[in-house]
Nanobody
Framework: QMQLVESGGGLVQPGGSLRLSCAAS????????MSWYRQAPGKQRELVAA??????TNYADSVKGRFTISRDNAKTVSLQMNSLKPEDTAVYYC???????????WGQGTQVTVSS
């Protein structure tokens, strides 16, 4: 089975930057897409950014122009977060979909806190 491990979270001041990474390992057929989601306390989990195996990207309106998702290789995805705002505070989760059935897998999450 596939495993996803996130890294790069932490505490940063408003206006600062962080770079999150997600690495996939284990039994992998083919990854169709990798995405970043986030969930703040008491809020719904929301899609932040996604990238397909072909390189197509999609972003939530709230992060467009500030965040950039990229595929470092076939099994690793990064999220560069610039101009961070307190509203970006959340646990960020990596998601991957693989195989013809688009099986979904999740990482354990990494905390991002934006505060002065």
């Amino acid at each position: 089975q596939m495993q996803l491990v996130e890294s790069g979270g932490g505490l940063v001041q408003p206006g600062g930057s962080l770079r999150l990474s997600c690495a996939a390992s284990g039994s992998i057929f083919s990854i169709n897409a990798m995405s970043w989601y986030r969930q703040a306390p008491g809020k719904q989990r929301e899609l932040v950014a996604a990238i397909t195996s072909r390189g197509s990207t999609n972003y939530a309106d709230s992060v467009k122009g500030r965040f950039t998702i990229s595929r470092d290789n076939a099994k690793t995805v990064s999220l560069q977060m610039n101009s961070l705002k307190p509203e970006d505070t959340a646990v960020y989760y990596c998601n991957a979909r693989q195989g013809p059935a688009l099986k979904s897998d999740w990482g354990q999450g990494t905390q991002v806190t934006v505060s002065s």
